[in-house]
């Protein structure tokens, strides 16, 4: 489990130096509160299910006004409606 962490932390620091690098001014602004639940639940969905499915679409019944409505969501989006 540590391993998978690793890796999803390597693959986001990558990514915010690919950002660093394209930017003019080299620096990227980071939200930190967001960066973190994805990183995590990025992992925890790797880990469960042996691969990173997190940007994998799936269906719901999403409850919005009282109406019930059928979206297209990332399992990682899905996550976050579900638990709240």
Do not use: P
């Amino acid at each position: 489990m540590l391993q998978t962490l690793k890796i999803k932390l390597m693959d986001t620091f990558g990514s915010w130096d690919k950002k660093i690098d394209a930017s003019r001014n080299g620096c990227h602004e980071i939200n930190m509160a967001t960066e973190f639940s994805d990183i995590l639940a990025r992992n925890i969905i790797h880990i469960c299910f042996g691969e990173d499915l997190s940007d994998e679409l799936i269906t719901l019944h999403v409850k919005n006004d009282g109406k019930w409505s059928t979206k297209a969501l990332t399992i990682k989006e899905s996550i976050y409606i579900i638990v709240g």
